[in-house]
């Protein structure tokens, strides 16, 4: 999911190293499961991408 790649990388934009790819990663993990649980509901993708 571009978009949501895109959102989180301008987010952590002034921070590096470890600790921030594992926060970055988190982030995105959580973004991805509540697009995934929005479709379930019927969402469509950009509605789900917009919503979380």
Do not use: C, P, W
């Amino acid at each position: 999911m571009k978009k949501i790649n895109q959102f989180v990388d301008s987010i952590y934009s002034d921070v590096s190293g470890k600790e921030a790819e594992e926060m970055k990663e988190e982030m995105r993990t959580h973004l991805i499961e509540t697009v995934e649980d929005l479709k379930l509901e019927g969402k469509s993708e950009k509605e789900a991408i917009e919503i979380a």
